[in-house]
């Protein structure tokens, strides 16, 4: 079975500190990976994915994520946070192309708070 | 692109009412996925669609939920009769993915906030 698990509920940074929202999964065969973001009211907002390919993804408002095999992670990064990344991310996993149809698996989400 | 529209935003109803959400997807893709957002469960998938088939309903929680996909740009989520418990934020996503084509990231609604009282 597909599962994804976030293990921090909330991450507290400094604005200008990088950070890190953490993700591992569990997928048989090689996984697709994604993140998503959650604005306030809002529905969630594609960031970034791997599919295949080099390790270290970029995706948008400058965020990046490394895919980890032998720790089956995909954790999400940014080299310096800002107020406004202040959000809901989750991270969604889905299985390999022969044995799913689309379907994604999401994490129960990370609230990120940065502070000035 | 107008991205995937949901309506209404926001519904108050009362307890027994029947609730009709309701989705158009972006124009080409051929998944849809609804999702079901609580404060307790999180982010929990209903039910989706494959060129308008039914693929997987197993998160339905139950009968007094249903969903339809007469065609390609509309579907519809139908509670009946409705609880308070099915208070929540419910989001309706597409995709462009066929028998294995597309890498599959979805586009979401900006969601229909039901209330039950």
């Known amino acids: 079975a597909q599962s994804v698990a976030q293990p921090e509920d909330q991450v507290n940074v400094a604005e200008g500190n990088p950070l890190t929202v953490k993700c591992t999964y569990s997928v048989s065969g090689n996984p697709y990976l994604f993140w998503y973001v959650q604005y306030p009211n809002r529905g969630l907002q594609f960031l970034l994915k791997?599919?295949?390919?080099?390790?270290l993804v970029k995706g948008s408002y400058g965020f990046e994520a490394e895919f980890n095999k032998s720790q089956t992670s995909f954790h999400l990064k940014k080299p310096s946070a800002l107020v406004s990344d202040s959000a809901l991310y989750f991270c969604a996993v889905r299985g390999p192309l022969s044995s799913n149809t689309g379907k994604l698996i999401f994490g129960q989400g990370t609230t990120l708070q940065v502070k000035p | 692109d107008a991205g995937v529209i949901q309506s209404p935003r926001h519904e108050v109803t009362e307890m027994g009412q029947e609730v009709t959400l309701r989705c158009k997807p972006i124009?080409?893709?051929?998944?849809l996925f609804w999702y079901r957002q609580t404060m307790m469960r999180g982010l929990e998938l209903l039910i989706y669609f494959n060129n308008n088939v039914p693929i997987d309903d197993s998160g339905m929680p139950e009968d007094r939920f249903s969903a339809k996909m007469p065609n390609a740009s509309f579907s519809t989520l139908k509670i009946q009769p409705s609880e308070p418990r099915d208070s929540a934020v419910y989001f309706c996503?597409?995709?462009?993915?066929?028998?294995?084509?597309?890498?599959?990231?979805?586009?979401f609604g900006e969601g229909s906030r039901l209330t039950v009282l």
């Open positions: 996503a597409s995709s462009r993915f066929a028998g294995g084509v597309g890498t599959g990231e979805l586009f």
């Open positions: 124009s080409g893709h051929n998944s």
């Open positions: 791997y599919i295949t390919g080099d390790n």
